[in-house]
């Protein structure tokens, strides 16, 4: 054997990814295909990204389009594909302005910085603190995994960055007690996706809203894997009425395509002005066509209301397989089709047990698997999905009973 076998890893890639021992080859719709023809069925989305299912007829039309037109410019120039994507996503939500990303990560770096220099504006750089929850993801900047604070995520990178407070999530009193003259915002998922699909009260974040007018604190949603269809309303936050300042997206908007998106109010973006933030990519005309594509097939009622149809149907089923299969499934939650199913035994061995029924979950926290269906996908599919959950639970079962020491000595 060669010496560079044996010094060199077995790929050049960073060694950053617990990966499958699977590669796709083409999607349609819910199904995703290997090399080898082999079928699977899509029930992650590539972590809700994929909200329109793959090669989707509207978003490949997009892109096709546009790809034969002009995929870059520039910011120093007027993009007008960004101008009608801002305005149309203003229009379907609190916001009145908008800034392009790359990712979901950026976008709630903007969201961040937004904030804070929206009180240096106000005359109150003191005000710097950025309240966030336990079980937070937002993603993987320094800014981000300071502000969620999860500490195999920040650790090995240097000093914490002062100035992230991280609170229970779901405990007032703790927020009550930690908002102050320095508090800047208050950041939060209102569903948690990598947390384990832990949704917050209505009344909650509706609390949260008001403390946050009370104390002149800014409300940041990341709703970068609940927003855009996912719960079964446009916008996660539409379920309780409490609009928050500022908020992040970014998966479902492009569909695949790289793409974020910080929206906020004309007052909390007050500070943002000339040469305050910038990107090279963000807002480019192919990301905004392809985007235009997607909300314009997810922001209809007809696609809101399938998603509540097909996520009750879900739950339904869900905890049907709970109360047959108490010995793995420990809790069903989430909301819409950001569900979590929280498991007795180790979650990385269920969803192995779920790939080997050629259907693909997600991980989560706290010991959850997540269903993260792309929207589109049909009650058919659910029932087949559920099914596969079934054999799954079975498998899980007899390989559990065959670990025993009754089945050893039988
Ligand atoms: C995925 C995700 C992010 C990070 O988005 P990237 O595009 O990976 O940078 C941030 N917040 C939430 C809630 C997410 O689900």
């Given amino acids: 054997m060669p010496a560079s076998d044996v010094t060199v890893p077995a790929d050049h890639l960073m060694g950053v990814f617990a990966r499958a021992p699977i590669a796709f080859e083409r999607g349609q719709g819910v199904r995703l295909y290997t090399e080898d023809g082999e079928e699977y069925l899509d029930c992650l989305a590539g972590i809700a990204v994929n909200a329109l299912g793959h090669n989707h007829p509207a978003l490949v039309g997009a892109l096709k389009d546009q790809g034969e037109k002009l995929w870059h410019v520039s910011n120093i120039f007027r993009i007008p594909g960004q101008e009608r994507l801002a ?75 002062p100035g992230y407070i991280h609170l229970p999530f779901g405990d007032l009193e703790a927020v009550k007690a930690a908002i102050g003259p320095a508090t800047a915002a208050v950041i939060i998922e209102p569903v948690q996706g990598e947390g384990g699909a832990r949704a917050a009260e209505d009344r909650y974040l509706r609390a949260l809203r008001q403390l946050c007018d009370e104390h002149g604190v800014l409300l940041i949603y990341d709703e970068i894997q609940c927003g855009l269809g996912r719960t079964g309303q446009l916008f996660a936050y539409e379920h309780s009425g409490a609009a928050p300042d500022i908020m992040c997206l970014a998966k479902a908007l492009g ?85 979590g199913v929280k498991l007795i035994p180790p979650n990385r061995d269920f969803m192995q047990a779920a790939r ?47 670990k025993t020491p009754q089945s050893v000595s039988a």
Avoid: W
């Fill in 87 to 161: 305005a149309r996503l203003c229009e379907l939500s609190f916001a009145d302005v908008c800034f392009f990303t790359n990712s979901g990560t950026e976008a709630v770096e903007c969201a961040l910085k937004t904030a804070r220099i929206y009180h240096v504006a106000g005359g109150h750089p003191e005000r710097f603190e950025v309240i966030s929850f336990e079980g937070a993801f937002h993603g993987r900047s320094y800014a981000a995994v300071n502000a969620a604070g999860n500490p195999s995520y920040v650790a090995g990178f240097g000093p914490e960055l």
């Fill in 255 to 339: 569909g695949g395509f790289p793409i974020g998106a910080c929206l906020a109010t004309a007052e909390a973006a007050k500070g943002m002005v000339l040469g305050s933030h910038g990107s090279t990519y963000g807002g480019n005309p192919l990301a905004m066509a392809v985007a235009k594509a997607a909300v314009g097939e997810i922001a209809t009622d007809a696609m809101l209301q399938h998603v509540r149809d097909v996520a009750g149907y879900f739950n339904q089923q869900l905890e049907g397989l709970k109360s047959r299969f108490p010995d793995i499934i420990a809790d069903i939650r989430g909301r819409g089709l950001l569900i």
């Fill in 356 to 402: 080997e029924q050629h259907l693909l979950i997600a991980g989560g926290g706290d010991n959850c698997v997540r269903l993260l269906p792309p929207l589109i996908i049909s009650q058919d599919e659910a029932h087949e999905a559920i099914g596969k959950l079934e054999a799954a639970c079975e498998a899980m079962r007899a390989a559990i009973a065959a």
